[in-house]
């Protein structure tokens, strides 16, 4: 007393499907993205004085960033240590470079 294996029919509608030609690879694309040219950076650190707002210019430095390169700006930014001020990419959520800093004058009111 055995189960009698049916084979399967391996003729599947897929393999009637195949193009009948040669497949046309498609055209790699012409026009690679365009890098702009790096923004160089401040020479020097920038020296910020602590608690204190600026308006900053930035880009980011990550490749393949849709930001990469470009001068973007951020009107308000917050000096809280006086050492450091921080941007992050909105892109890559990555630290971007602030190449200047303009502190407000006159400063914003606190809320
Ligand atoms: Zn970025």
Redesign the pocket.
Known sequence: MSIEDTPPNNTSAEDMNDPPGPIVEPDPDPEPQPVPDPIPGPTEPIPYEPQTWYSITWT?R?AG????NQELSAPEMYSNDGKTLGVF?G??N?K?TILTATKLDPQPEPE
Do not use: M, S
Not at 65 to 68: D, K, L, Q, V
């Open positions: 980011c990550t960033c849709p930001n990469e990419c892109r890559c990555k971007g």
